[in-house]
């Protein structure tokens, strides 16, 4: 025989019983949803999408980039390139140089204002050899040949 | 708020951000607890509420004023219910016990589900039900909806909804009482 606690408790219908609520939610969900929708759906207008963002960036960047990289490219080029110059005046003999000098029709004078000349640059062209004259001895040459006085 | 006072602000473009946003705080909690019952999970009933109400904001204006709003977009609800559980048997290869036997942890593991042990009971005997008798059911016992409100949104006639609601409670009458 059945007891009456078991009769009543395998014959349960659905009608009797309490509808409950198991479920329960996170603090403040309900007042925080409309919110995190909201945001899905609207887009603010004065932002503008990415995409448009950085179309309009590379329309008017590029070209000065591009502008930039030639007058960095040609700068190292120039800057290579007064290299080589020098290089290559270096590799001129003494000889070439002095026909050079002689065959163009620089003057003297013109020639002397190119250079920078000081005592020490002087000295350094003064051979030993060559003998130097003192005031005295100039004169007597200069008797001898007075056109030398407009030479100098 | 009335539905044809919240259409009149969705479909002007000044104060459709308004009125979606009163239409979501209408709405939410009913949707919510739709969806909930059936996937259980909280994070994806939160998922779905929002992707149900996406589709509503895209939508509007297709809405047709033949039906009421809240149908419409519980319609949009049941249906992505349905489309997330079949998707999830699916994604994992899972036959539908395993699906059940899965929410059905859930249930037992989950800390934002308490209630006495009878209740517990009858939660896991619903996912026993396929899920389209389960979503019937549970907008009939829980939500107390109306057949003509159930048909519209479901698709189906009151005469197959009442045969299937009537095949639900004897079935879960039967789990419960033999449990």
Not at chain 1, 85 to 99: H, P
Not at chain 2, 47 to 63: C, G, P
Request: net charge negative; aromatic share 10%.
């Amino acid at each position: 025989m059945k007891d009456k606690h078991n009769y009543i408790k395998s014959n349960i219908k659905l009608e009797d019983l309490p509808k409950k609520q198991l479920y329960s939610v996170p603090d403040n969900y309900f007042d925080e949803l409309p919110g995190i929708i909201q945001a899905s759906v609207v887009k603010p207008e004065h932002i503008r999408s990415p995409s448009v963002f950085w179309s309009a960036s590379l329309r008017y960047a590029l070209p000065v980039l591009a502008l930039v990289m030639m007058l960095v490219y040609f700068g190292i080029r120039i800057n290579n390139n007064s290299i080589d110059v020098q290089a290559m005046l270096d590799d001129i003999s003494t000889e070439d140089l002095v026909l050079y000098i002689t065959e163009s029709e620089l003057t003297t004078d013109e020639l002397l204002s190119l250079i920078d000349i000081n005592e020490l640059d002087v000295e350094g062209l003064v051979d030993d050899n060559i003998e130097i004259l003192n005031d005295s001895e100039w004169e007597d040459i200069l008797e001898a040949y007075p056109e030398l006085e407009n030479d100098i | 708020m009335e539905d044809k006072d919240l259409l009149e602000k969705l479909r002007n473009k000044e104060s459709r951000n308004y009125g979606f946003n009163l239409l979501v705080r209408a709405y939410q909690e009913r949707i919510y607890w739709h969806i909930r019952k059936m996937v259980i999970d909280h994070d994806d009933t939160n998922d779905l509420v929002q992707e149900v109400f996406i589709k509503v904001w895209k939508n509007i204006e297709k809405f047709r004023e033949d039906a009421k709003l809240y149908t419409w977009i519980y319609k949009i609800a049941t249906n992505e219910c349905l489309t997330f559980l079949t998707k999830k048997k699916k994604r994992f290869f899972l036959p539908i016990v395993d699906v059940e036997n899965e929410l059905s942890a859930k249930i037992d593991t989950n800390a934002s589900i308490t209630g006495d042990e009878i209740q517990l009971k009858l939660q896991k005997a619903l996912l026993k039900l396929p899920d389209k008798q389960r979503i019937v059911f549970n907008m009939k016992y829980f939500d107390e909806m109306k057949y003509d409100e159930i048909a519209e949104i479901t698709n189906t006639s009151v005469g197959a909804l009442k045969a299937s609601y009537h095949h639900a409670v004897k079935k879960i009458e039967e789990i419960i009482n033999t449990g």
